[in-house]
C-alpha cells in the first residue's frame, strides 16, 4: 500500500487548513465547544483505530484484543474514580447514543418519560416529538416557571404524579442554572422512576467542584466527554451506588444495551482519547480551569447585563448565557451572522416560551470554555462584552468588520492549545 500523508490529498488538505486559519482567529464561543489538547488528539489519531473489539474487555467477539482490554478497562476505571461511581460504560459513540441505552435498559417501547421541554432548554433526546424518544417512547414534559424562568419543583412534583413516568431525566442543553438533583430525586423516588442525569454540558463543571455532582441522588448518568470535560467527541453512562440498590442488575442492562443493542464494534482509538481527557481531569489544574469558565461566564454575564442586554433567568450558574435578544430589536439569526463576521462564533437559540421559530430564535447562546481554555480571563470578557454590545447595538456588517480586527489581535494573544 502507498504511504500517503494528509497533505497529498490537497482538496482535504485546504479545507482543513481554512478550519485552522479560522480557528486561530475567531473566538469559539459555542457553549458545547471546547477545544481538546495535543494528548487527545494524538491518541485519537493511533493505530487503535484499525481494531474491531465487539464485546466488553475478556469477552470479544474477534482475537486480538488484549491491548485493546487494558485501554478499554483504563478508560473506565478513569471515569469512575472521575465521577465516584461503580460502573462505567466508556463505548457510546456520542451523547445521543447514550441517552438510548438508557432508554433500553429502563423502559419498554411505549412507556412514559419525564424531561425538560426543549423550549425551556432540555434536549431532543429527553422525549421530543421529532427525537426517536418521543417517536417510541411516551412523552410528558416539565419547564420553567413563567415569572423566573427556572425549574419549579412543586410543578415539576404535580406532573410526575399525573403522569407516574418509568423515567425521567434531568438535564438540558440551554439552562443556565444548576440543577437540584436531590429534588428532583425526592420526586422520583415517590413515583418509583428511574432518575437520569444527562451532565453532558457541565461534567467538567461537576469535576471540577463547581457544580453539584448528581452522583449520590440519580440511578444513572449519561454524559458527552467533550464540552467542558475538554476530552473528544463521544458519549459515556454510568450506573451510581443509588442505582445498582435499586436495580442489581442495571449495570448489565446498560451493557446490553450499549451492545448487541445499540452498537457494533467500539472505536477504540475514541476510547483511548477519553482515558486522556478523563486523566487530565483528575489533575488539580483542572479545578482551576472548571472555577474560571464559570468565573468568566459570570463576569461577561455581568457586562453584558450592564449593556443593556436581557439574561434568561438574569443570570448563570455555569458555562452559558442564554440572551434574548428582543429589547435589541434583533433576531437570533442575524446575531450570530454579525458576530460570526465579527470573529465571535455562537449559536442563535430559542428562548423560554419563544414567540419565534427555531430557524430564527429569538435568543443567543454564548459561552466561555474554549476561550477559557485559550486562558482569557475576566479583563478579555470585558472587552468580548463591549464588542459585542457596539456590533449588536449598531446591526452593522461594517461595524462587525471593524471588530474583526480587535477579536484577531485577542486571538493572537491567546494561542490555541494545540498546533493543528
Known sequence: MKRNNLQEDKTLFESIKKERKRRNDTLEMIPSENH?????????????????????????????????????????????RLFNVPFANVQPYSG????????????????????MNLKAGGHLTHGWKVSFSGIYYDSAFYGVSEE??????????????????????????????????????????????YLAADIAHIAGLIVAGVHDSPAKHVDVITTTTHKTLRGP??????????????????????????????????????????AVCFKEALEDDFEDYGRKVVENNKKLADELMSNDFRLVTDGTDNHLCLIDLRNKNIG??????????????????????????????SGIRIGTPAITTRGMGESEMVEIAQIMTSVLDKKSEKEAKKARKKIKKMAEEFSLPYDI
Open 36 to 80: 481538546t489538547s495535543p494528548a487527545v488528539l494524538e491518541a485519537m489519531s493511533t493505530i487503535l483505530t484499525d481494531k474491531y473489539a465487539e464485546g466488553y474487555p475478556k469477552k470479544r467477539y474477534y482475537g486480538g484484543n488484549e491491548y485493546i482490554d487494558e485501554v478499554e478497562v483504563l478508560a473506565q476505571k478513569r471515569a469512575q
Open 96 to 115: 445521543s447514543p447514550a441517552n438510548m441505552a438508557v432508554y433500553l435498559a429502563c423502559m419498554e417501547p411505549g412507556e412514559k418519560v419525564l424531561g
Open 148 to 193: 423566573t424562568e427556572r425549574i419549579d419543583l412543586e410543578e415539576v412534583e404535580k406532573i410526575a404524579k399525573k403522569e407516574k413516568p418509568k423515567l425521567i431525566w434531568v438535564g438540558g442543553s440551554a439552562y443556565p442554572r444548576e440543577f437540584d438533583w436531590k429534588g428532583f430525586s425526592k420526586i422520583a423516588d415517590e413515583v418509583g422512576a
Open 233 to 274: 467527541r463521544g458519549g459515556m453512562v454510568m450506573v451510581t451506588e443509588k442505582g445498582l440498590n435499586k436495580d442489581s442488575d442495571l449495570d448489565k442492562k446498560i451493557n446490553k444495551a450499549v451492545f448487541p443493542g445499540l452498537q457494533g464494534g467500539p472505536h477504540e482509538h475514541q476510547i483511548a482519547a477519553k
Open 332 to 361: 437570533g439569526k442575524k446575531a450570530e451572522e454579525l458576530l460570526e463576521l465579527a470573529g465571535i462564533t455562537i449559536n442563535k437559540n430559542s428562548i423560554p416560551n419563544d414567540p419565534a421559530k427555531p430557524f430564527n430564535p
